[in-house]
């Protein structure tokens, strides 16, 4: 059964990087079924999409946040990241890593295995 | 500012039927790309419920099912129980957006 497990800092300032790392076991990270994928939850709000990563490395961003996301992909480490730059107490969520899996058209992909979730503040 | 409505909330006695809206637009459900639904229990990670429209993961009761028409989808609860109190969340794939959307989200309490 995989198993996702995001970690990083809980507290970040105002302007500067987020950067949160999203540990894979029990199942390869560059298995062609599966892309991974980051969501977002500030608290007592809905849940927003990030960013998704194929196998192979090939991002997708949420076009609200393009210009200060990145996500990559490690397969030695079987693990996949995520920076948010600039952050501001808006971006103040629990951050979540997902596994996607779908049908054969890649739009139909969905999220069938979550991390816990870890609480990033933003805040001098 | 999610593309996908869902109602704030959504009530019921234990043992009834409720249902839950998703209503979207033509670059998204209308388009015919499919729908799946989530259950956030309260201090949890969501946890998938529907996927593809109406398909129920191994485990998830049949008391749930999902459908979808023109562009909404609806997830239904039969016989609710009061473990089933929780957030629920519609997802789909908007082309506008060339990515993932998830609805507003629903609370449903049970009475």
């Known amino acids: 059964q995989v198993q996702l497990q995001e970690s990083g800092p809980g507290l970040v300032k105002p302007s500067e990087t987020l950067s949160l790392t999203c540990i894979v076991t029990g199942d390869s990270i560059n298995n062609r079924r599966y892309y991974w994928g980051w969501i977002r939850q500030p608290p007592g709000e809905a849940l927003e999409w990030i960013a998704t990563?194929?196998?192979?490395?090939?991002?997708y961003y949420n076009p609200s946040l393009k210009s200060r996301v990145t996500t990559s992909i490690d397969t030695s480490k079987n693990q996949f990241s995520l920076s948010l730059t600039s952050v501001t107490a808006a971006d103040t969520a629990v951050f979540y890593c997902?596994?996607?899996?779908?049908?054969?058209?890649?739009?139909?992909?969905?999220?069938?295995?979550w991390g816990l979730g870890t609480l990033v503040t933003v805040s001098s | 500012q999610s593309v996908l409505t869902q109602p704030p909330s959504v009530s019921g006695a234990p043992g009834q039927r409720v249902t839950i809206s998703c209503t979207g637009s033509s670059t998204n459900i209308g388009a015919g790309y499919d729908v799946h639904w989530y259950q956030q229990l309260p201090g949890r990670a969501p946890k998938l419920l529907i996927f593809?429209?109406?398909n129920r993961p191994s485990g998830v009761p049949d008391r749930f099912s999902g459908s979808r028409s023109g562009t909404s989808a609806s997830l239904s609860i039969t016989g609710l129980q009061s473990e089933d109190e929780a957030d629920y969340y519609c997802?789909?794939?908007?082309?506008?957006?060339?990515?993932?959307?998830f609805g507003t989200g629903t609370k449903v309490t049970v009475l």
């Open positions: 997902a596994r996607l899996v779908g049908p054969t058209y890649v739009s139909g992909y969905y999220f069938d295995n």
């Open positions: 997802q789909s794939y908007d082309s506008t957006l060339s990515g993932r959307v």
């Open positions: 593809l429209n109406n």
């Open positions: 990563i194929s196998y192979n490395g090939i991002p």
